[in-house]
């Protein structure tokens, strides 16, 4: 099925590089202008500077160098509203923040973080990586490592945080961290699982058709509604 067949459209906009806490604001916004429904389903699409950020469930206690190494390395981290612990994002990792009504989609809590996980999993299938689910740890895994960051947050039936997927960044600072309580070294990447770089353009091309086809939603990146997203961006 062409994606463009699908009734419902979602703005898809690749940010670039966007400031964590910039992202956060963005969010925020976004997701009261859909809970008021002044704008439909959003995706947005971009990466971090490096940046350590800590959900609801676990805290500092999963940090595990010194707080002076990651103010040596200029690495801040912030406390969120999202679900999970502690993880890293930085530099050549895509983040996904979907802001969606899940009520209108007919989505609940598990099956919308089934369909995320399902999203990525198709996205690696086109590039010839097998991942699966793991109980009990939101994301994607391929063989004994975690390739996919998952947790999100849901206020008036809108999501907020989403996915983070490792492709190129650099995976020591994981290292740093137990990320969602697990030993930093099980955390992989596209790139190391392929063996080669892999540009950024690539994983969003291959992601826009599983996105819509999991949800159901046809994916613009170029339309003139997301101009008014760019405008929260630079507010």
Not at 128 to 152: D, F, H, M, T
Not at 198 to 207: G, H, N, R, S, Y
């Amino acid at each position: 099925m062409s994606i463009w067949t699908f009734k419902k459209t979602c703005i898809a906009p690749y940010l670039e590089t966007v400031p964590y806490e910039v992202a956060l604001k963005l969010q925020q916004g976004l997701m009261q202008s859909r809970a008021e429904g002044k704008i439909g389903d959003v995706l947005l699409l971009l990466q971090h500077p490096s940046v350590f950020t800590i959900g609801r469930f676990r805290g500092e206690e999963d940090i595990v160098v010194p707080l002076e190494t990651l103010a040596r390395e200029g690495i801040a981290f912030v406390h969120t509203n999202r679900g999970g612990g502690i993880t890293f994002h930085g530099p050549g990792q895509l983040v996904g923040y979907p802001i969606l009504n899940l009520k209108e989609n007919g989505l609940g809590v598990r099956e919308y973080i089934w369909k995320l996980e399902a999203v990525i999993i198709k996205l690696l299938l086109a590039l010839g990586i097998q991942g699966y689910r793991l109980a009990g740890y939101p994301g994607v895994w391929v063989g004994e490592k975690k390739v996919c960051s998952i947790g999100i947050h849901i206020s008036q039936h809108i999501s907020t945080h989403g996915f983070s997927l490792n492709v190129t960044n650099d995976l020591r600072y994981f290292g740093y961290v137990r990320p969602c309580g697990l030993a930093g070294e099980v955390m992989t990447s596209v790139s190391e699982l392929l063996g080669h770089w892999v540009a950024m353009e690539t994983i969003i091309e291959k992601l826009l058709p599983s996105f819509s086809e999991i949800f159901c939603l046809s994916c613009e990146q170029e339309s003139d509604r997301w101009l008014a997203i760019l405008d929260v961006r630079n507010g």
